[in-house]
T-cell receptor, first 112, second 111 residues
Framework: SQTIHQWPATLVQPVGSPLSLECTVE??????LYWYRQAAGRGLQLLFY??????ISSEVPQNLSASRPQDRQFILSSKKLLLSDSGFYLC???????????FGPGTRLTVT | AQSVTQLGSHVSVSEGALVLLRCNYS??????LFWYVQYPNQGLQLLLK??????LVKGINGFEAEFKKSETSFHLTKPSAHMSDAAEYFC?????????FGAGTTVTVRA
């Protein structure tokens, strides 16, 4: 069966510090991968998605970037965090030919 | 563009009562529709999905939803609420591999 992992589970970072969140999927190959952010009062916002290694599409202009160095690894990064980057970050995957997405447990990021 | 609207940001029900969460969609093509549940500080869990075929879809935890094309709706129901149903529920529609989510409905269950 497939599983999706995210780490860290929680993170407190000062403004201006760098960020790296990691997501890995097991039990499937060549998945589509997604990064979402949930911020208070703003619902679920799609940040990036990837259909393959090195292929990243950005949905909104922002202070963040994403990379996919391996088939089942998706990384969310920032060089300098802003207060507005605080939120709950969710990674999701979708199998080829599927319609539904499956979500990881999330990372709670607080920028202070 | 595809979108969904969830009617009611908060719903409060008594334990054992019917749970009804409303979702209306907008789509220029036959939609693929989903309901997800999120418990505090957890990721989203797929409750059920409609892609093609039977319009009454059964999901996990006793939930079901009915796709009504004429009403552009995909309402979620559960006949008898349990305390464990307290969570936030999201309706979503799929387009080109991406999901567009509603704003969510928080369900509170009263003992």
């Amino acid at each position: 069966s497939q599983t999706i992992h995210q780490w860290p589970a929680t993170l407190v970072q000062p403004v201006g510090s760098p960020l790296s969140l990691e997501c890995t999927v097991e039990g499937t190959s060549n998945p589509n991968l997604y990064w979402y952010r949930q911020a208070a009062g703003r619902g679920l916002q799609l940040l990036f998605y990837s259909v393959g290694i090195g292929q990243i599409s950005s949905e909104v202009p922002q202070n963040l970037s994403a990379s996919r160095p391996q088939d089942r690894q998706f990384i969310l990064s920032s060089k300098k965090l802003l207060l507005s980057d605080s939120g709950f970050y969710l990674c999701a995957w979708r199998g080829r030919g599927w319609y539904e997405q499956y979500f990881g447990p999330g990372t709670r990021l607080t920028v202070t | 563009a595809q979108s969904v609207t969830q009617l009611g940001s908060h719903v409060s029900v008594s334990e054992g009562a019917l749970v009804l969460l409303r979702c209306n969609y907008s789509s220029s093509v036959p939609p693929y529709l989903f309901w997800y549940v999120q418990y505090p500080n957890q990721g989203l869990q797929l409750l059920l999905k409609y892609t093609t075929g039977a319009t009454l879809v059964k999901g996990i935890n006793g939930f079901e939803a009915e796709f009504k094309k004429s009403e552009t709706s995909f309402h979620l129901t559960k006949p008898s609420a349990h305390m464990s149903d307290a969570a936030e529920y999201f309706c979503a529609v799929s387009l080109l591999g991406k999901l567009s989510f509603g704003a969510g409905t928080t369900v509170t269950v009263r003992a």
